[in-house]
């Protein structure tokens, strides 16, 4: 469930600032990943030469023309030193044929929009340094340390602050009308998190995350960069966190398995929490073969484990008969998710890429209405699964063509809320486009559109725009969003 709050943060104001020099997450632009996937040691590559400036995104070309004492200028200085600075834009449109005002738009997350009109989703900039295990300098150390700071503004902000972590107040705008003590842009600390690693065996390593940071889980992401689509698939939306805070260690042994496990406090806890629980526990598996038989395929299995409902106790515990008393604490029933995720580029058709992403959800508290002052209605376990297929064509330099096909099982509506301990099956078929329409031009290669069409479709009426003001079972959209790195 995705709670929202407000008040301004300098601390986060300031810190937005800082970290306002960016450079594109783009193909084409020079990056430093701190993706998991940097873990994979590969063999020992050759020192690369500086790009061009005329090559560099906007604010890394202004880093290249600022010089240093040493003769170079900031930006080859951050490149030597392994530090990346990457930033874009993402602006979107959202059309919902049925759409009535002052209502949201049903089973979405981030394309939400009150309304349909232009909204800002994010304004994201992050400094970052990367540990890569095939650096011959990192090997001979024998250590090295990392860590990325990434900051958000824009509506996208006010839907995924982690608990603790939202620094607003007032009333909800979607219900009540724009206040201006809770702005519709907000700013959100998205990652905060330092690394530690040491080389181990030939070519792989041990490298120790502690901080607030993405979860591992599903085939999308917060940054849209990394997603064909602009809407985000109902499991992405209802089932897996956004983030997580805690410590995790990541263990590469070759270039072929990559192995995590760590504990975090929870599904979006970052200063606070939900309940009482000290903490849960998160892993994974990635198997990326080198083997040419088995080339184009990555596998990835992602599991999760804890106490991540709160509960309500009934009795007013400070006597004051206001419900403010009323305490979260459910440290018994627990929520376990498996996620296995598959993808195939064939060598000979790489121009194609296939997806499929399981997701098999159980929850011991899954029916309980969590309304503060109203106490837990009943007890008992939710099922929740689901299966989504993306398929991407890259037709050229222009365009790729994309599709995804959702299954949504949702038990008890433990997730998503439709219609409160009842069973809903949702479904969704979207296609679009990336379209990249100036891939040769010096500044325009950096400009993305991605438009789409996705009807969705349940076995209840919950979706609006029936007759008289009734829901219905079927949802049609047509959306676009425009991205820029910088």
Same mark, same amino acid.
């Given at each position: ?8 943060? &300098? ?183 330092? *690394? ?9 390593? &041990? ?63 970052? &200063? ?27 596998? *990835? ?98 365009? *790729? ?45 950096? &400009? ?39």
């Amino acid at each position: 469930m995705r709670h929202r709050h407000s008040k301004v943060s &300098l601390a986060l104001a300031a810190l937005m600032a800082t970290a306002g020099v960016a450079a594109a997450a783009s193909p084409s632009a020079p990056t430093v990943s701190l993706d998991d996937s940097t873990m994979q040691s590969q063999p020992a590559s050759q020192p690369q030469a500086m790009p061009e400036s005329q090559s560099l995104p906007a604010l890394s070309y202004g880093l290249s023309k600022i010089p240093t004492g040493n003769g170079g200028n900031l930006y080859q200085d951050m490149q030597n030193w392994g530090i990346n600075v990457s930033g874009f834009i993402d602006i979107g449109y959202t059309a919902n044929f049925d759409h009535q005002a002052d209502t949201n738009i049903a089973g979405r997350v981030f394309d939400q929009e009150n309304g349909n009109h232009l909204q800002l989703d994010q304004i994201d900039v992050s400094i970052s340094k990367a540990i890569d295990f095939s650096n011959a300098n990192f090997r001979k150390r024998g250590w090295d340390v990392g860590g990325k700071v990434e900051v958000l503004y824009g509506m996208d902000g006010d839907l995924i602050h982690s608990n603790g972590m939202n620094f607003y107040h007032g009333n909800n705008y979607y219900q009540s009308g724009q206040n201006p003590f809770k702005p519709i842009n907000q700013f959100d600390v998205v990652q905060a998190y330092a *690394t530690f690693a040491v080389p181990m065996f030939d070519t792989g390593g &041990l490298k120790i995350k502690a901080g607030k940071f993405v979860t591992p889980f599903g085939d999308e992401t917060i940054n849209p960069l990394n997603n064909p689509f602009y809407s985000h698939s109902y499991e992405f939306g209802f089932g897996i966190p956004f983030t997580q805070t805690g410590i995790l260690a990541i263990f590469s042994p070759n270039s072929d398995w990559t192995f995590s496990a760590g504990v975090t406090r929870g599904w979006n806890n970052t &200063l606070t929490k939900t309940n009482d629980t000290l903490c849960d526990f998160l892993g994974g598996i990635n198997w990326t073969p080198q083997e040419k038989r088995f080339q184009g395929i990555t596998a *990835t299995l992602n599991y999760s484990l804890g106490a991540q409902d709160p509960s309500y106790y009934p009795k007013d515990l400070d006597g004051d008969a206001d419900g403010s008393g009323l305490r979260p604490g459910d440290n018994t029933h627990y929520r376990s998710v498996t996620e296995v995720i598959l993808t195939y580029t064939p060598p000979k058709a790489s121009q194609w890429t296939f997806t499929s992403d399981s997701l098999w959800g159980y929850d011991g508290a899954g029916d309980i209405i969590n309304a503060e002052g109203a106490g837990p209605v009943s007890y008992g376990a939710a099922n929740y699964y689901a299966e989504e297929g993306v398929v991407s064509y890259a037709l050229n330099s222009y365009v *790729t063509l994309n599709g995804r096909a959702e299954w949504y099982h949702d038990g008890h509506s433990a997730t998503m809320y439709g219609i409160v301990g009842r069973t809903i099956n949702y479904g969704e078929l979207t296609v679009g486009a990336t379209v990249t329409p100036f891939p040769n031009s010096r500044w325009g290669k950096y &400009l993305k559109l991605r438009p789409e069409l996705r009807q969705d479709f349940a076995d209840h009426s919950v979706f609006s725009g029936g007759s008289g003001g009734s829901l219905k079972h079927y949802q049609t959209t047509a959306a676009m969003d425009v991205i820029y790195s910088f």
